[in-house]
């Protein structure tokens, strides 16, 4: 919900951004890698406010 990740995914890939909230902080919990997955997204994906110019 910080960086809207969860939200565009599931926008995109048409699924439920509870769902992806739930295996992201699996992730983090027991892979540790969730987190600089969720960090590299919220820099790679751009956000809805962005002007196409």
């Known amino acids: 919900?910080?960086?809207?990740?969860?939200?565009?995914?599931?926008?995109?890939?048409?699924?439920d951004p509870t769902?992806?909230?739930?295996?992201?902080?699996?992730a983090i919990i027991f892979y540790g890698t969730g987190l600089l997955l969720y960090l590299i997204l919220a820099i790679v994906i751009p956000s809805e406010d962005v002007s196409s110019h």
């Open 1 to 15: 919900m910080i960086f809207g990740v969860c939200g565009a995914l599931g926008a995109y890939f048409n699924i």
């Open 19 to 26: 769902l992806l909230r739930i295996a992201f902080l699996l």
